[in-house]
C-alpha cells in the first residue's frame, strides 16, 4: 500500500502561518475498541480493568456513552512505551 505524505500548514492566532510536520494520510486514523484488541491481544475485559486503573493507551469515549475511540499515534506511543520499560 503506497501512503501519501501532506505538509501541514497551521495558521497561528497572529494571523500567520507556521509549516507544521510532514504526516502521512493515515496519521487521521481512529481505530475501534475491536482493532485495537485484535491488535494488542487482548481481551475486552483486560481493556475495561487498564482503564479502572488508568493503564493502557490513551483513549476517548464518544458522547452519549459512545463507543471508545482511539487514535492510532496514541496506539502507537504506547507501544513504544512499554517496549522501553
Known amino acids: ?17 507556521r509549516r507544521g510536520r510532514t504526516r502521512s494520510a493515515g496519521d487521521d486514523e ?14 475486552e475485559r483486560t481493556w475495561y480493568r487498564w482503564q479502572g ?3 493502557g493507551p490513551r483513549s476517548i469515549r464518544l458522547p452519549g456513552n459512545g463507543p ?8 502507537q506511543e504506547w507501544i513504544d512505551a512499554q517496549e522501553q520499560a
Open 53 to 55: 486503573r488508568g493503564e
Open 1 to 17: 500500500m503506497t501512503r501519501t505524505t501532506t505538509s501541514i500548514t497551521r495558521h497561528s492566532k497572529a494571523g500567520g502561518t
Open 30 to 43: 481512529w481505530l475501534t475498541l475491536d482493532e485495537v484488541l485484535t491488535k494488542l491481544r487482548i481481551s
Open 68 to 75: 471508545w475511540r482511539i487514535h492510532r499515534d496514541w496506539l
